[in-house]
Structure formats: C-alpha cells, structure tokens
C-alpha cells in the first residue's frame, strides 16, 4: 500500500489550507488513517487520525484548528487547517494502519511527506 499526500505549501498566518492523502494498492482495508508532523528538532507529533469505527483523536496542538475527514470509497484522507500559525510550520507526514482482506496482521504505511510552511 502507497500514499499519496499533497496540498502543502506557503500560507501567511491566520490562512487555511488543506492536506489530502490517497491509500492505493490491491485488496486491503483501512484500519485507520491520519497525519503527523514533524518541525525541525522536534519529534514526530499526532496530528489528527481516524479510524474506521468513526472514532476521531486530535493532537493537543491543533485541537479546535483542524478537521479531519475521510473518504473511505476512495481511501482518502483530508485535513483541513485553519488559522495556522508559523508554529505549525512542520513536514506533514500520512500516517495508515491497514490489513489485507481475510488477513489480521496490521500493517502500517507512512507517506513522503508534505511541507507547510507558515510565515509570519
């Protein structure tokens, strides 16, 4: 399974952007999926996840900023960011935990990554 992130970019402080990343591959299901980020010199943090049951987790950081959402037909996965801030700036990174179908083993992807900077 491959994903497929973009939407990245330059935005000025108080903008909105909006990420997506797209699972593909033969004959696997989504167990969940989201995105964390990365700013230099810092560790890998949640951003936003969903899982198949619905059920939604926030990063402390972007809690009451950003909106995720999921297209499960397409196995897509969005976020909507608004009012970012420059302490947002980070690589954004898709995260997903999926199975093959008749299979229980878990495997997890990551994406290439996408770049949101956000200048002051």
């Known amino acids: 399974v491959q994903l497929q992130a973009s939407g990245g970019g330059l935005v000025q402080a108080g903008g909105s952007l909006t990420l997506s990343c797209a699972a593909s591959?033969?004959?696997?299901?989504?167990?969940?999926m989201g995105w964390y980020r990365q700013s230099p010199g810092k560790e890998r943090e949640l951003v936003a996840t969903?899982?198949?049951?619905?059920?939604?987790n926030y990063g402390d950081s972007v809690q009451g900023l950003s909106t995720i959402s999921m297209d499960w037909a397409k196995k897509t996965v969005f976020l909507r960011m608004n009012s970012l801030r420059p302490e947002d700036t980070a690589v954004y990174y898709c995260?997903?935990?999926?199975?093959?179908?008749?299979?229980?083993?878990?495997?997890?992807?990551w994406g290439q990554g996408t770049l949101v900077t956000v200048s002051s």
């Open positions: 995260n997903a935990r999926w199975m093959y179908y008749g299979r229980s083993y878990v495997h997890e992807s």
């Open positions: 969903v899982t198949s049951e619905g059920t939604i």
């Open positions: 591959g033969r004959g696997f299901r989504i167990n969940d």
